[in-house]
């Protein structure tokens, strides 16, 4: 795919972070001015309170990562591994998910939850790339919790640890719906946001369900269509009234992330220069040469070659100074990805 050639380079395995650090504000953290096209070591991402301006809005994703990933047997004995990815009825008894090997499933073929009997799925056929699964009675959250596992991202290449299920889960996690953590904010420990309060600054919640989509590599057809995978967000009252007073008084309104700024971006209004509130889905797909109006600053991770959140990054600054940014970064060993070291780009 020519057109993301400029977006690819290479990562050594030993800078991808398989796991987390002892302490989550301890990562590296790399300031980018994007007014003046330069960018430094911060070192700790706990410094960033030397960066923290009084009125400073965050805007966090207070999504929480639900046990999705469910090793599932059919009579036989074989494992089939899936994530249930959403619900697609009300009752929530009918499941789009991610199956592997399901070429061997016949139509109608009951699975259940390996070691979990008294739960039964059939097997209903194939949606595109993923598959439809039927419960004999509605999954909740607190069911994934019994037989489930955190869905933990493919490229950490090991099994899930009791350390995940605390560590890949934010300190703002309050809505279950994600099968992929909001890994910006895995940098904030309750300590350092109280710091950050301290110096006059506040934090705001939306939420966005992130799906699998964000680790699949892109394709043409999304590219030309500027369309991604569609995840359903919210934003409350009391948030959108928020980040319009700190827009009308000129503070600054700094995303928590990139799945917090493809809400925003989303919501924001550019002829009114106001946040809507909502619910809703987006399918949003933000790439150099789209101006980015709903925030003045982004908290993000190092993200995968040739990826829409990449992609994303170099929306919001621009190209050069993100792959520039980016080589510093390999050439002096930080860590990459959802375990890994963090980047602050401010425009101002």
């Not at 009997?117 to 959250?141: R, V, W």
């Not at 966005?208 to 892109?218: A, D, E, M, N, V």
Request: proline letters at 5%; charged letters at 25%.
């Amino acid at each position: 795919m020519d057109f993301l050639e400029e977006y690819d380079f290479h990562l050594p395995d030993e800078q991808i972070a398989k796991f987390p650090l002892e302490n989550r504000d301890e990562s590296r953290l790399l300031v980018v001015n994007i007014g003046q096209s330069k960018f430094w070591e911060a070192p700790l991402f706990r410094d960033i309170l030397a960066l923290v301006h009084p009125g400073d809005v965050f805007v966090y994703n207070e999504t929480k990562v639900s046990a999705r990933r469910v090793y599932l047997q059919v009579e036989s004995g074989r494992i089939h591994e899936s994530i249930f990815l959403e619900s697609l009825d009300p009752s929530d008894r009918s499941w789009l998910c991610i199956l592997k090997n399901r070429a061997k499933l016949k139509l109608g073929e009951k699975l259940f939850p390996v070691g979990f009997e008294n739960y039964q799925f059939s097997y209903q056929g194939p949606k595109e790339e993923l598959s439809i699964l039927f419960s004999e009675s509605p999954i909740s959250d607190s069911d994934f919790g019994i037989f489930g596992n955190i869905p933990i991202p493919p490229y950490l290449k090991r099994n899930v640890t009791e350390e995940d299920k605390v560590r890949y889960q934010t300190i703002f996690a309050n809505r279950s719906g994600s099968v992929a953590a909001p890994t910006a904010g895995l940098h904030f420990t309750e300590e350092l946001k109280e710091n950050v309060l301290k110096n006059g600054a506040e934090f705001v919640p939306v939420e966005l369900q992130i799906g699998y989509g964000t680790f699949r590599p892109l394709t043409p057809e999304q590219w030309e269509t500027k369309t991604l995978h569609r995840e359903k967000y919210f934003v409350s009252e009391s948030t959108a009234s928020k980040l319009n007073g700190a827009r009308k008084e000129g503070r600054r309104i700094i995303a928590v992330g990139t799945t917090t700024l493809r809400v925003l971006e989303t919501v924001f209004d550019s002829q009114l220069k106001k946040y809507k509130v909502g619910s809703s889905q987006t399918d949003i797909f933000l790439s150099p040469g789209d101006n980015i109006q709903s925030v003045q600053g982004l908290i993000t991770n190092f993200h995968l070659p040739k990826s829409s959140l990449l992609l994303l990054v170099s929306a919001f600054a621009n190209t050069k100074l993100v792959l520039d940014a980016y080589h510093y970064a390999l050439q002096n060993r930080f860590r990459f990805y959802s375990y890994g070291d963090s980047m602050f780009l401010f425009q101002k």
